[in-house]
């Protein structure tokens, strides 16, 4: 029943580059959340964007949300090596909990 | 300071024992979640709460037990049915808006070991 499944698993990039991670999800959701996680930690969140909206801006993060190709994207410009985490989308349906996806491991290289 | 707190940080399990993991919030929040992560995984969902005297089980359900019987805590038994315990285990709550899940917030974990 996974409702997130991020593309690529893995991404490695420089410092300064922009990082663009991609999600799909398989039913009608209400809102659709990112979370970070540094290794061994919990999960913090990001960003969520609603079924109505379709971008949504939070300092270096861009999201995006389509929900006719029931498909988001996470865009982290000017990458820092603290950004180095894994990264996770979730979708949300109303009266079900969220469903997390297997995640995209980032690592940002000075 | 407001927030959701796990203990122990680290569990060991001897084989055939029961353990129970500690989650706690005062966030005041409906919700409360538990999920187990696997080196290299995404989180498996294993019981859910929305209110209290009350969840339902997750993907991963078999060989643990929860209770709600207050809002601010939710813990997760790990009884001896569950062959492979050995995991990374997260808590989570959130605020529950016209039916759906909001934000979650989560705990720093409990990693449960095996002896």
């Known amino acids: 029943s996974q409702q997130g499944e991020e593309d690529p698993q893995a991404l490695s990039i420089q410092e300064g580059e922009n990082a663009t991670m991609n999600c799909s999800y398989k039913?009608?959701?209400?809102?659709l959340q990112w979370y970070r996680q540094n290794s061994g930690r919990g999960l913090v969140h990001l960003i969520l964007i609603r079924s109505n909206e379709r971008e949504k801006h939070s300092g270096r993060l861009r999201v995006t949300l389509d929900t006719s190709k029931k498909s988001s994207s996470l865009l982290i410009t000017a990458s820092r090596a603290a950004d180095t985490a894994s990264y996770f989308c979730?979708?949300?349906?109303?009266?079900?909990?969220?469903?997390f996806g297997k995640g995209t491991t980032l690592s940002v290289s000075s | 300071d407001g927030g959701i707190t796990q203990s122990p940080k680290y569990l060991f399990r001897k084989e055939g024992q029961n353990v129970t993991l500690s989650c706690e919030q005062n966030?005041?929040?409906?919700?409360m979640y538990w999920y187990r992560q696997d080196p290299g995984q995404g989180l498996r969902l294993i019981y859910y709460s929305q209110i209290v005297n009350d969840f339902q089980k997750g993907d991963i359900a078999e060989g643990y037990s929860v209770s709600r019987e207050k809002k601010e805590s939710f813990p997760l038994t790990v009884t001896s049915a569950q062959k492979n315990p050995t995991a990374f285990y997260l808590c989570?709550?959130?605020?529950?808006?016209?039916?759906?899940?909001?934000?979650?917030?989560f705990g720093p974990g409990t990693r449960l070991l095996v002896l």
């Open positions: 966030l005041n929040h409906d919700a």
């Open positions: 979730a979708g949300n349906q109303a009266g079900t909990a969220l469903i």
């Open positions: 039913t009608s959701i209400n809102n």
């Open positions: 989570a709550s959130s605020m529950v808006r016209g039916g759906g899940q909001e934000t979650q917030y």
